[in-house]
Each structure stands twice: as C-alpha cells, then as structure tokens.
C-alpha cells in the first residue's frame, strides 16, 4: 500500500513540476523547399494546441504568505502487535511538531519560502513477560527491573520551493510538489534502570536533508487555504554525538541514506494565510467584466 501511495504522489510531483504555461511556439522543421510553399529554408510554423491550463491559478505573483503546519502521533501498548505473546507489557510514547512558515510567490503558482520546526519524541518501555511457547518450545523470560526511557527535542531550519497545480477553473483546490532543503539540530536522552541502578546516555544529532514533500490544499476562507503535506523521504546526512550522564564522549557516528518511502510521523496539516490575496483582486475584476 505504501508504494502505491509514493508512486501515486511521485507522478502527482511530475505533473507539477511540468506545469509551464501552454503557449503556442513556433517549430522549424526541415522539408523539402519544393513541397512546403517553396520558402527558402524549408521552414514551416506548427502551433501548439493551446489547453489554457494557465487560466487556473492558485496563487498570483507577488503574494505573501505565512502558516504553521503540525503533526502528533501516539503508541501505546493498545497499538502493539505483539502483546499477544506479552504479559504486564507497559509501552508508550508519542512525537509531536510544529513547523511556522513564511513564503512569497515569485509567479503565479511557484513560491519559495522559510520554515522553522520543532520536534518532541518521549516514549517509555517497562515490564514484560514474554513467553514464546506457542511458537518455539522453551523460550521464555522477563524483562522485569528494566526500564526504558527516551526523551528527543529538534529545531530545524529549511527552505523551500513549492509549485501548484490547480484542479478546478477557480483555483480553490489544488496540488503541490515541494523541493526542501533541511538542517536540523536535536539533543535525546536515554536513560535505563538495570538491577535498580540508573544510567544515562546523551546524544548531539546534526542532520542535513534534501526532502521531497508533496501534499493537497484547498481554499477554506478567501484568504486561508488548508493543507495536508506527505514527507516521502530523500537524502540526507546525519553527524552524531555521543556522552555520558558526566557530558564525557563516549563515541560518534557519521552516516547518510537516500530513501523514499511514507513517513507517518510527517504527515502534516496546516493552515496557510495569504496576506495579500491578489486572487480576489483578479476575481473581482473577472466579474466586473
């Protein structure tokens, strides 16, 4: 279902990116002088069929805008699979992010913007009891006197490009490719308690990502649009820290990945404000006439 749902919003990206005005152009072609009205240079005008997709605009140049997108996501033990083969599990956690933008549409339906963000995972992990007799005969133990908990604050700082694609003549629903280059910070803790003696870990993550993020919007009052955004992933570079409960480094690591896949945990709604809707300007007038 997942790759379905890419390859769905990898064409849905395409037809975004490609949507240049459609305007009739002028084509030279070789020919034989003696067949096409024997003009020197055997040049003949073909024009292009004119499809006025270019009539639908979802935003006009020289607008403003600013928002704020979020996205929250919980898991518990309700939402566990294996506590079938678990007894006493207690699992939870939860991430939460705030993403405040600001943009400026530098022509009809192609803007380019800022955006900061935050992020928030806590999550625990206690007791177990898990008992695999059902599936591998004498494998059994307990997790009993550990505990497990996690705690990640992030800031980040992007820019973006973003193009849409009107689907209706009026421009109040639409599509839109956005191209994202993202640079984050984030501080986590792990703390654990083995045999009742409690330990700590501490990480310093650096990320540099380039993100593909498509997504819908739809006009709810003349002059906010809603929208509902799709992280699918791309490349990025991760550079991490690593101390003790004392700030002394134990270690680091450097890795990066290329991949596109759905994130849940980026699926994000937002609400867009345009500070000067040129779009009624152009509406009014349309009506006038």
């Not at 705690?151 to 973006?160: E, P, Q, T």
Request: proline share 2%; with cysteine; aromatic share 14%.
């Amino acid at each position: 279902m997942k790759k379905i749902f890419t390859l769905l919003m990898a064409v849905l990206v395409v037809s975004t990116v490609y949507t240049a005005d459609a305007q009739s152009i002028v084509l030279g072609i070789e020919r034989d002088s003696t067949k096409v009205n024997r003009k020197p240079g055997g040049l003949i005008q073909v024009n292009r069929v004119n499809r006025e997709i270019d009539k639908s605009v979802f935003a006009y140049k020289s607008e403003w805008i600013c928002g704020v997108s979020a996205s929250y996501g919980t898991l518990s033990t309700d939402n566990a699979t294996l506590a079938v083969i678990m007894d006493n599990l207690q699992l939870g956690g939860s991430i939460v992010s705030v993403k405040p933008y600001f943009g400026y549409f530098y022509s009809n339906n192609r803007s380019v913007g800022a955006r900061f963000g935050y992020t928030r995972m806590a999550g625990h992990f206690d007791n177990a009891h898990i008992d695999l007799g059902n599936f591998i005969n004498g494998i059994e133990f307990s997790t009993e006197g550990i505990g497990v908990n996690y705690l990640s604050n992030a800031y980040s700082f992007a820019i973006f490009h973003r193009a849409y694609l009107p689907l209706d003549k009026r421009g109040r629903f639409g599509v839109f490719g956005e191209l994202e280059l993202e640079g984050q910070y984030g501080r986590s803790n792990f703390g654990f308690m083995y045999n009742n003696e409690l330990g700590e870990s501490i990480s310093d993550t650096y990320k540099v990502a380039f993100n593909f993020n498509p997504g819908v919007a739809a006009y709810i009052f003349p002059n906010v649009c809603a929208t509902v955004s799709f992280g699918l992933g791309g490349l990025q570079y991760n550079h991490i820290k690593q101390f003790d409960a004392d700030m002394n480094p134990t270690g680091t690591r450097d890795f990066s990945k290329l991949a596109f896949r759905l994130n849940i945990a980026e699926i994000n709604i937002g609400v867009t404000v345009h500070l000067w809707s040129k779009k009624n300007e152009q509406n009014l007038r349309l009506q006038h006439d």
